[in-house]
Nanobody
Framework: QVQLVESGGGLVQAGGSLRLSCAAS????????VGWFRQAPGKERDFVAA????????YYAASVEGRFTISRDNAKNTVYLQMNSLKPEDTAVYYC????????????????WGLGTQVTVSS
């Protein structure tokens, strides 16, 4: 069992930056892929980015490619999402998730989820 806790959300102006953190407890991420998803009001939850905990391989949604960077700190058992050049359309609740031992963009493949952190980007 893995417990995930997100932090780092907040209110920022368009063009600004935030860094989200996802800390795991209960066990390490091991061979899992760890991802970030987001859900805007009235919309479905969408994939944002993911990283292989073992290899460090990363992949992104097209909408954030070049602006967001996902990374991991093995010593701290933590995954980060650095978000730069933020836009109002990035406003959402951001969720950390982990679970599959393979690359996936499908939320159903991720078994463990945090409670989310709100990111609001003002214009």
């Amino acid at each position: 069992q893995v417990q995930l806790v997100e932090s780092g959300g907040g209110l920022v102006q368009a063009g600004g930056s935030l860094r989200l953190s996802c800390a795991a407890s209960g066990r390490t991420f091991g061979s899992y892929y760890v991802g970030w998803f987001r859900q805007a009001p009235g919309k479905e939850r969408d994939f944002v980015a993911a990283v292989s905990w073992s290899s460090g391989t990363t992949y992104y949604a097209a909408s954030v490619e070049g602006r967001f960077t996902i990374s991991r700190d093995n010593a701290k058992n933590t995954v980060y999402l650095q978000m730069n050049s933020l836009k109002p359309e990035d406003t959402a609740v951001y969720y950390c998730a982990c679970g599959p031992p393979y690359a996936s963009r499908r939320e159903n493949d991720f078994a463990y989820w945090g409670l989310g952190t709100q990111v609001t980007v003002s214009s």
